[in-house]
Structures are given as structure tokens and as C-alpha cells.
Nanobody
């Protein structure tokens, strides 16, 4: 059984919006932080946005002001609202969670320990 399942990926034109969601048994009361990471073709995986148990958030510079991460503590759903999308936002987007205590910015840089299988986002010009 998949611990985390992403949804909401797709293909849109530059300037458009997409909303990604993540849910699954991997999100529990013990989850301390959740985040979104992406991997573009030919590039390494990078942190996009992270949120900790206190709702502190961190964003990569490339998405700051365009993407918004949020979580529903009741439904155990993580969401990434992506606006003003650019061609360079294209990639596989992964949801991740971690039970260790750390800052959102730390997780953004070093990753998390439980991952989903990803959802593809394609932005065309």
C-alpha cells in the first residue's frame, strides 16, 4: 500500500495554475513536517515547499510568491497551489513527510524520509 499518493498533476500553459494534493496512510498524527519536491528532466531533485507542524513554511526562491503550501490537519491532506506557472516548473512533483523535528527550511534542503511516487507537471509555452 502506498504511503503517500499525489494527485492534481497535468499539463497547462505558462501563466496557468495547478493544485496538487497528497494524502495517504503516511500522514499521521506523528507527522512533523510535510513538503513538496520536484525533479526536472536531467536535473537533481529539489525542494519546492515545506510546512512543519506549527504551520511554518519555507519555499525555494524559484517559487516564492507563486506557490502556496497548506495542510488540512483533520483530513490529513497536503496541498500545493501553483500559480503563474513557468515552463521551468515542469517536472515530477513528489509529496514527502517526516516525523523528525526540524525546521521547514532544513527539510527543504535535506529532504524527508517518506515519499510518494510523484505526479507529473508539464508547463508549455
Amino acid at each position: 500500500q502506498a504511503q503517500l499518493v499525489e494527485s492534481g498533476g497535468g499539463s497547462v500553459q505558462a501563466g496557468g495554475s495547478l493544485r496538487l494534493s497528497c494524502a495517504g496512510p503516511g500522514i499521521t498524527a506523528g507527522t512533523y513536517a510535510m513538503g513538496w519536491f520536484r525533479q526536472a528532466p536531467g536535473k537533481e531533485r529539489e525542494g519546492v515547499a515545506a510546512i512543519d507542524t506549527y504551520a511554518n513554511t519555507a519555499y525555494s526562491e524559484s517559487v516564492e510568491g507563486r506557490f502556496t503550501i497548506s495542510k488540512d490537519n483533520v483530513k490529513h491532506i497536503l496541498t500545493l497551489q501553483m500559480d503563474s506557472l513557468k515552463v521551468e516548473d515542469t517536472g515530477m512533483y513528489y509529496c514527502a513527510v517526516d516525523g523528525r523535528k526540524g525546521s521547514a527550511s532544513w527539510y527543504l534542503e535535506y529532504g524527508m524520509n517518506t515519499w510518494g511516487e510523484g505526479t507529473l507537471v508539464t508547463i508549455s509555452s
